[in-house]
């Protein structure tokens, strides 16, 4: 069984992932025609790939997904997490499978070493599934500037989970992500896509299980189906990570 860990939550961690965003900083060159919202899930429990997937479908759109090839198929305290065949699927289906380090590792806390050894084994095992992982999601949002430089030269684009917009020039080494978790998850991420409708901006939003009784890092099938309508009725974008950076 996969325990939850606690990254530092202290004054010192707080400061590091704060300072983090002042450095190694790589401009997104954004082009946005309209409000673009992307949907993302972290880590993945089974859930997410079935109904989480399933939601964005059912409304002509794809997600991001943030895969950790050595989590397959344990079990967590958000369920069971998905298998190869299930990754293998997403792909199949159109969805974004993206990087997440092999075995969930905190990235600040990871030897340099380490980290590289670890990144190559996921990247490898998703790029044996069909995957092509150019994206990546900081484990926990713990980041700091040495390891946000070592990510930032092996990826496309880096997301944390300090919440926030992304504008043109927003660092794409340390994007803001904003969680649909918790009992009021499903209002915050609502008042960030009206907030991204009236700045013309990117909001990335992200989740973990996706069930009828979720984890408090997760949501429910219905909570997600109302955002991704709201999204829509108010004229947003919905696309993945790759897709809002190659344009």
Same mark, same amino acid.
């Given at each position: 069984?996969?325990?939850?860990?606690?990254?530092?939550?202290?004054?010192?961690?707080?400061?590091?992932?704060?300072?983090?965003?002042?450095?190694h900083r790589?401009?997104?060159?954004?082009?946005?025609?309209?409000?673009?919202?992307?949907?993302?899930?972290?880590?993945?429990?089974?859930?997410?790939?079935?109904?989480?997937?399933?939601?964005?479908?059912?409304?002509?759109?794809?997600?991001?997904?943030?895969?950790?090839?050595?989590?397959?198929?344990?079990?967590?305290?958000?369920?069971?997490?998905?298998?190869? =065949? @299930?990754?293998?699927? !997403? +792909?199949?289906?159109? #969805?974004? *499978?993206?990087?997440?380090?092999?075995?969930?590792?905190?990235?600040?806390?990871?030897?340099?070493?380490?980290?590289?050894?670890?990144?190559?084994?996921?990247?490898?095992?998703?790029c044996g599934?069909?995957?092509?992982?150019?994206?990546?999601?900081?484990?926990?949002?713990?980041?700091?500037?040495?390891?946000?430089?070592?990510?930032g030269a092996?990826?496309?684009?880096?997301?944390?989970?300090?919440?926030?917009?992304?504008?043109?020039?927003?660092?794409?080494?340390?994007?803001?992500?904003?969680?649909?978790?918790?009992?009021?998850?499903?209002?915050?991420?609502?008042?960030?896509?009206?907030?991204?409708? =009236? @700045?013309?901006?990117? !909001? +990335?939003?992200?989740? #973990?299980? *996706?069930?009828?009784?979720?984890?408090?890092?997760?949501?429910?099938?219905?909570?997600?189906?109302?955002?991704?309508?709201?999204?829509?009725?108010?004229?947003?974008?919905?696309?993945?990570?790759?897709?809002?950076?190659?344009?």
């Amino acid at each position: 069984m996969i325990q939850p860990y606690t990254p530092d939550v202290g004054l010192a961690g707080k400061l590091r992932r704060r300072f983090a965003r002042l450095t190694h900083r790589r401009p997104a060159r954004l082009r946005l025609a309209r409000p673009t919202v992307s949907f993302t899930f972290d880590d993945i429990p089974a859930t997410a790939a079935h109904a989480g997937a399933q939601a964005l479908e059912q409304h002509g759109a794809r997600g991001t997904f943030y895969v950790c090839a050595g989590l397959f198929g344990q079990q967590g305290h958000m369920g069971r997490f998905a298998d190869s =065949a @299930e990754i293998e699927t !997403l +792909i199949h289906r159109g #969805h974004e *499978v993206a990087g997440h380090t092999l075995n969930h590792v905190d990235c600040h806390r990871t030897s340099p070493t380490e980290l590289d050894a670890d990144l190559d084994a996921n990247d490898a095992a998703l790029c044996g599934l069909g995957a092509a992982p150019l994206h990546f999601a900081y484990p926990y949002g713990e980041v700091s500037p040495r390891a946000k430089k070592q990510l930032g030269a092996r990826y496309a684009s880096l997301r944390g989970v300090h919440k926030g917009l992304v504008h043109d020039g927003g660092d794409r080494n340390q994007l803001p992500g904003v969680g649909i978790e918790g009992p009021d998850g499903e209002v915050v991420a609502r008042a960030w896509i009206d907030r991204a409708v =009236a @700045e013309n901006a990117w !909001l +990335i939003l992200y989740t #973990h299980d *996706v069930r009828e009784t979720p984890s408090p890092w997760g949501c429910t099938p219905d909570a997600l189906d109302r955002l991704i309508a709201h999204a829509r009725d108010a004229g947003c974008d919905i696309r993945t990570i790759g897709e809002v950076l190659a344009a």
